[in-house]
Nanobody
């Protein structure tokens, strides 16, 4: 059974940084695309960043030049380095891996104070 566990969230002042991590308990992690989503209070879940199995990355416009997504296939891990954080980055962040099936982590809270 696939399990994704996020860590690294918390409370940070505006302008600060956090690094989210997601460890996947699964076989063939390197064959999957990976994504980070965010769900703000009262809003829909949105795609923040993605990195596919070939290393191609994409970002939500509002986080470009501030966030970096990367992965370490040897460690079955996905990361999101978040810099210059803004209050609007607040939300629950979810790790996602996809191929023919999609799997989700339980989510981790990130709160950016103004």
């Amino acid at each position: 059974q696939v399990q994704l566990v996020e860590s690294g969230g918390g409370l940070v002042p505006a302008g600060g940084s956090l690094r989210l991590s997601c460890v996947a308990s699964m076989f063939g992690f390197d064959l999957y695309g990976t994504r980070w989503y965010r769900q703000a209070p009262g809003k829909e879940r949105v795609l923040v960043a993605s990195i596919d199995r070939n290393g191609t990355v994409a970002y939500l416009d509002s986080v470009k030049d501030r966030f970096v997504i990367f992965r370490d296939n040897a460690k079955n891990s996905l990361y999101l380095q978040m810099n210059s954080l803004k209050p609007e980055d607040t939300g629950v962040y979810f790790c996602n891996v996809y191929r023919t099936m999609t799997f989700w982590g339980q989510g981790i809270q990130v709160t950016v104070s103004s």
